[in-house]
């Protein structure tokens, strides 16, 4: 195999061609560069399956509807897309983005309509938000001051890459030695930090944010998850004052699941480990990934 198609770091799908993760490139001039003008989003493969890849698409359509960004190719060719660049890869754990950017009008057009949407996808080894250490002890969370951008300037339902908030709200985090940031809306809420959506367990009920928020796929399989194991849930606003008194907070994320928070604000949560029913949950995350309600096997080419 040439180094020029040697996918082992992981595939991309760039203007039509699939290309080793290192060549995929985007123009320059692409509003999704220029402009932040794009939708995406991100599904997980484990132990070679998709998961919950229905839910990641169904979201990625509604996105792409709100933004008025057409994919070009139906849910089948996307899926057929982001097989193959799983397949080339030859990755059993994956993490698995699709995006569509605005493209560009043509010369002279500042006029969106006239734009010519583009669809990329690439598929590399999965991501975990958080490191082994931090997976063990439990994440050391800040809320932050930075206020996330508002819901009817940006749909946070559409995801998206305005992550300027989250990026200096977590360099603020990083500063004063947390690992990972959350940020607030204009009423002091908590509502969700870069690449994950915030529970806190208060009176033994699991509490998450309503609004200001994605509707993480993650979210919706903890809230899932809940309701089998019986584990009482509210999504209602969060206030910040009621995450830092919290008996258990953690983070739910494609990039790792269920993820513990030990320490918000530098105070200990609870007792300051991870909490049983932040444990049963984390637990039952990756029991549920071998369900074959949640599960679609990759099929690898050549096997
Ligand atoms: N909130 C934001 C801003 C995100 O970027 C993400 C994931 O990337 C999430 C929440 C969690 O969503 P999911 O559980 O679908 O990964």
Not at 154 to 169: E, F, I, Q, S
Not at 273 to 291: E, M, N, S
Request: hydrophobic share 40%; glycine share 10%; charged share 20%.
């Amino acid at each position: 195999m040439t180094a020029a198609c040697d996918f082992s770091q992981g595939a991309a799908f760039v203007r039509g061609e699939f290309v080793p993760i290192g060549q995929a490139c985007v123009p320059i001039t692409d509003w999704g560069f220029l402009r932040s003008d794009a939708t995406y989003d991100v599904v997980t493969v484990w132990e070679g399956a998709f998961f919950r890849l229905d839910a990641h698409l169904d979201r990625f359509l509604a996105s792409c509807g709100r933004f008025r960004l057409d994919p070009g190719r139906s849910r089948d060719e996307i899926t057929a897309v982001l097989e193959r660049c799983v397949s080339l890869a030859r990755l059993r754990r994956s993490y698995v983005e699709m995006i569509v950017t605005r493209g560009q009008p043509p010369w002279g057009s500042r006029d969106p309509r006239q734009a010519v949407n583009q669809f990329y996808a690439f598929a590399v080894p999965y991501v975990w938000i958080a490191n082994d250490e931090q997976r063990q002890r439990g994440l050391h969370l800040r809320i932050s001051e930075v206020q996330r951008i508002p819901a009817a300037s940006v749909d946070p339902r559409a995801k998206n890459y305005h992550w300027n908030d989250l990026t200096m709200g977590l360099l603020g985090a990083l500063d004063a030695g947390a690992d990972t940031v959350v940020l607030t809306d204009a009423a002091g809420n908590v509502v969700e930090g870069p690449g994950f959506n915030v529970f806190a367990v208060t009176g033994g009920r699991l509490v998450t944010p309503a609004e200001g928020v994605l509707e993480g796929v993650t979210r919706r399989t903890v809230l899932e998850m809940a309701h089998a194991l019986g584990i009482p849930c509210e999504v209602r606003a969060l206030p910040a004052a009621e995450a830092r008194a919290a008996q258990e907070v953690f983070l739910s994320t494609s990039g790792g699941g269920v993820l513990p928070v030990t320490r918000v604000d530098g105070q200990a949560v609870g007792s300051g480990g991870v909490g049983p029913l932040t444990r049963q949950l984390a637990k039952t995350y990756w029991d549920w990934h071998a369900d074959p309600r949640y599960s679609t096997p990759v099929r690898y080419d050549g096997d």
